[in-house]
């Protein structure tokens, strides 16, 4: 029972144009989400996340949003590079204190066509 | 970047063999993480510590063993190898809650 979902195994953009990458969760007890990534041969590599309390958060060219009624966050990249070409992994937790738990979908990946 | 090193980073070796994974980092992080991961599948946690003499088993059943005696070492052990434990090993740690996982390259382990 894959409680975050990641629907699209890929996903082919231009470079210069917008990429956006979707996440579901179904546990409504998540509060924090994370997107990572990972090129091949390395570890997945933090990219930005975003608390339960906000519904955007920008770090230059990446933006995530978070629609919590539909549960559904996105990862917008404006403009693509060759170089984001990587498999993005989208990630939740729930809770604090005691044990945390990092829950991962299993990832879409990203090519940016020059 | 995030300072964290598993070695070897790749390992093909026989069955019945015993096999230890190392992880280290040099954050000074107390939470550090293991974690198997098959293509295309997502990560399942398999080991966690929330510090040192701390381990406990993760979501997904593993034959696999931990320890923590210091903090900035995690070492993972495979008494026995076995062609099932063939997979991509991630070793991760982190600051605090709500703070993100910084990870190793892995381990991409064979077993014949």
């Known amino acids: 029972d894959q409680q975050v979902k990641q629907n699209s195994p890929s996903l082919s953009v231009q470079e210069g144009r917008i990429s956006i990458l979707n996440c579901d969760y179904t546990?409504?007890?998540?509060?924090?989400f994370l997107w990572y990534k990972k090129y091949p041969a390395e570890g997945p590599t933090f990219l930005i996340s975003?608390?339960?309390?906000?519904d955007k958060n920008e770090d230059g060219r990446f933006t995530v949003f978070l629609n919590k009624s539909a549960k559904h966050l996105s990862l917008h990249i404006v403009p693509s590079q060759p170089g984001d070409s990587a498999v993005y992994f989208c990630?939740?937790?729930?809770?604090?204190?005691?044990?945390?738990?990092?829950?991962f979908g299993i990832g879409t990946k990203l090519q940016v066509i020059p | 970047e995030a300072d964290i090193y598993q070695t070897p980073r790749y390992l093909v070796i026989g069955t019945g063999k015993k096999i230890t994974l190392e992880c280290s980092q040099t954050?000074?992080?107390?939470?550090m993480y293991w974690y198997q991961q098959d293509p295309g599948m997502e990560l399942h946690l398999i080991h966690y510590?929330?510090?040192?003499?701390?381990?406990e088993k993760g979501d997904l059943s593993s034959e696999s063993t931990v320890s923590r005696i210091r903090t900035e070492h995690f070492p993972l052990t495979l008494e026995s190898a076995r062609p099932s434990h063939t997979s991509q090993y991630l070793c991760?740690?982190?600051?605090?809650?709500?703070?993100?996982?910084?990870f190793g390259d892995g381990t991409r382990l064979s077993i014949l």
């Open positions: 991760a740690s982190r600051e605090g809650w709500n703070q993100p996982q910084h």
């Open positions: 546990n409504s007890m998540f509060d924090y």
């Open positions: 975003i608390s339960s309390i906000k």
């Open positions: 990630a939740a937790s729930a809770g604090s204190g005691g044990y945390q738990k990092v829950t």
């Open positions: 954050m000074g992080h107390d939470k």
């Open positions: 510590s929330y510090g040192v003499n701390s381990t």
